[in-house]
């Protein structure tokens, strides 16, 4: 079976590279155009883009897929790769780009993705970090067949994560990249046999995974610290959670909630356990932390360096870490 794969980050490469030890020939892949990135904004290929030069496979990287949008030319160049290619079917996950409907028809058995969430819950761009945000107990990876619309296609293959408490998005990221790789082999396998179930989605429990904001990185202390320490599990690697002291930002990227009560962002305590904050109910224990730039340190070492004494009052102007 000949296989496009699209597809631009990590959770991306783990399944291209699954496909690939799993034997199925892969002669195309589209993935972003290299970005800058890094202290020296130098362009990076995508993680895809890497594994497909290590394995000698055409890459093609348009800016859109639209033949009538913005970038005609690149659209146009990237069929003629799809048509030459004569895949039985495309493999999209997390690529970046909407599929037009020209190339939903292209390959005979059409487009499958890996979408990591239990469709139809956490439709869109951020499926992971919306879940943990959410206190979600379960999670879970989804091979679906591809429609114009956004993640609204009939499921094929679908099997269930449970989400451990101490879960952060890297963490359950790279879970769910492992289960979506092992799944896509083997909705393929299926496919080749004419056995691939589709199963439309139900109409109820439909929700949105928007994409995940800088902003959002504010810490509110009238929250609950339950909310606040997940939306730092959700927001870790990106963008962590952002408050200040007397104008000067602090990120925090690591803390537990705690039984407790005061001022909200008020700082009761400081120590190497941990800087502890009321919150709206009960306090957040905050355990790693990082000063305008500066290096992520526990909280004992960075207290060494930044004083939060009791009494203190987080959260007025957070700046930029």
Known sequence: MK?????????????LESLLAAGFEVPLVLTQPDRPAGRGMKLQASPVKQCALEHGIAVAQPLSLRLDGKYPEDAAAAKAAIDAAQADV??????????????LDTPRLGCLNIHAS?????????????????????????IMQMDAGLDTGDMCVIERLPIAAEDTTASLHDKLAALGGRLIVE???????????RTPQPA???????????????????????????RLRAFNPFPGGATSLGGEAIKVWEAWSEAGSGAPGMVLSADAQGVRV????????????????????????FLRGFELPAGAQLGEGAGEV
């Open 90 to 103: 495309m493999v999209v996950a997390a690529y970046g780009l909407i599929l037009p409907q020209w190339v």
């Open 118 to 142: 239990l469709l139809p819950r956490w439709r869109g761009a951020a499926p992971i970090h919306r879940a943990i945000e959410a206190g979600d107990a379960e999670t879970g990876v989804t």
């Open 187 to 197: 909705a393929l396998e299926m496919a080749a046999c004419g056995s691939l179930p």
């Open 204 to 230: 109820a429990g439909v929700t949105y995974a928007h994409k995940i904001e800088k902003a959002e990185s504010l810490i509110d202390w009238r929250e609950s610290a339950d909310v606040i320490a997940r």
């Open 3 to 15: 296989v496009i794969f699209a597809g631009t980050p990590e959770f991306a490469r783990v399944a």
């Open 278 to 301: 009321a919150c709206g109910s009960g306090v957040l224990n905050m355990t790693l932390l990082q000063r305008a730039g500066g290096k992520r340190l526990a909280a004992g070492d």
